[in-house]
């Protein structure tokens, strides 16, 4: 969708096209609780400190209200943020357990959802798989049908490990709340060290890497406390596991030491898994409300649930967030023929 331009004063939104899916809200309640519903209203009115404007709802991701429950700060879906008073009226939805009406002083946050449609590029500078990627540490580019990390630290970048960090990184749509309830499809192959980059010596059968989602935070730089998200860990012996971390980071002005992260959680692991370092394999990773589930080669290996998902640990709360790809050394990576859909 494409936000119209505000005139400053008046009705501040233009006619436009509204979407032909569904529209649900998502209502974080201040006792804790959440109910999602479809609602009866297609307007929110809220007063800026430049204009009164009524914000159509499909242009809204999300919004966080204030501590006196009227001021509230919008998340809009073209990237755009607004602040302003709302005047909104008790709130009705059709629900699973028959209407509701909530007034605006229990409500802590919402989240507006799109039946259907696409999940947003976000912003990068590689475009691949219908998403919007940004190359951390090392290099990477497009060859043919896939998108392959290249055996070249990042220009600008202190690679090392003394500097700010090893292992080529993908990241896309980094902390977005409109990355939720998703699918994604991928193939990932993890090929071993390439001898031109290999400044730590090691074996050039190793292989490691992990595929993160809910993607809260990160940063560049492992010496800034930020990494927040789930992660499929895998090895090239076979073994894997599925986790989150919060605020993970190495405790030192540069070079890897002190590695702390502040809450982690495991879910599930297991060995056996047989990677292929040429074909590599396919991946599917659904992630519904709480729910996690991975298939590998078309074979379900992990279908878990988080219920703490949704607690705000250190600041940050997965769930919501984009996708990544990492190598914890200086392992050659590759992804396939990615898609993802929201769920």
């Known amino acids: 969708m494409v936000l119209m331009t505000m005139a400053l004063a008046g009705t501040a939104w233009a006619e436009e096209d ?14 804790g609780s959440r109910i999602i519903g479809v609602p009866s209203i297609d307007l929110v009115p809220v007063q800026t400190s430049y204009a009164k404007m009524d914000i159509p709802l499909h242009q809204i991701l ?32 059709e629900t699973v357990f028959g209407k509701v009406s909530i007034g605006i002083e229990h409500i802590k946050a919402l989240r507006v959802t799109i039946g259907g449609g696409a999940l947003p590029a976000g912003k990068g500078t590689m ?10 540490r090392t290099l990477f580019e497009v060859q043919g049908d896939k998108l392959v990390s290249l ?16 292992g080529a990184t993908l990241i896309s749509n980094l902390g977005s709340a409109a990355w939720k309830n998703y699918s994604m499809e991928f193939e990932f192959c993890m090929r071993g ?57 190495c405790n030192v002005a540069s070079g890897w030491g002190n590695p702390q992260t502040e809450v982690s959680r495991s879910l599930a692991d297991g060995k056996g898994l047989k ?10 990773i659904d992630v519904r409300g709480t729910r996690i589930q991975v298939w590998v ?18 600041g940050q709360t997965l769930d919501h967030g984009g996708i990544g790809f990492q190598t914890p050394w200086e392992c ?11 769920l």
């Open 297 to 314: 080669d078309g074979k379900q290996l992990a279908d878990v649930r988080d219920e703490k998902m949704g607690a705000c640990i250190g």
């Open 193 to 249: 060290v390439d001898p031109s980059f290999n400044p730590h010596g090691l074996p050039l059968d190793h292989r490691a890497g992990y595929v993160m989602f809910h993607v809260a935070d990160a940063k560049e730089s492992w010496n800034e406390r930020g990494w927040s998200n789930y992660t499929l860990s895998l090895s090239g012996d076979g073994s894997w596991g599925l986790g989150c971390g919060y605020n993970s980071h």
């Open 275 to 284: 990677l292929d370092p040429q074909a590599g394999n396919k991946f599917r």
């Open 62 to 93: 999300a919004i966080k209200m204030g501590e006196d429950h009227e001021t509230a700060t919008f998340d809009l879906r073209n990237g755009d943020k607004l602040k302003g008073v709302l005047t909104l009226a008790p709130i009705k939805l």
């Open 127 to 136: 475009a691949f798989g219908g998403v919007n990627w940004t190359p951390w």
């Open 151 to 166: 055996p070249k630290a990042r220009p600008g970048f202190s690679y090392g490990h003394g500097g700010h960090g090893r």
């Open 332 to 342: 050659m990576i590759w992804i396939r023929n990615f898609s993802a859909k929201p």
């Open 18 to 31: 509204k979407p032909e899916t569904q529209l649900r809200l998502e209502l974080d309640l201040t006792d």
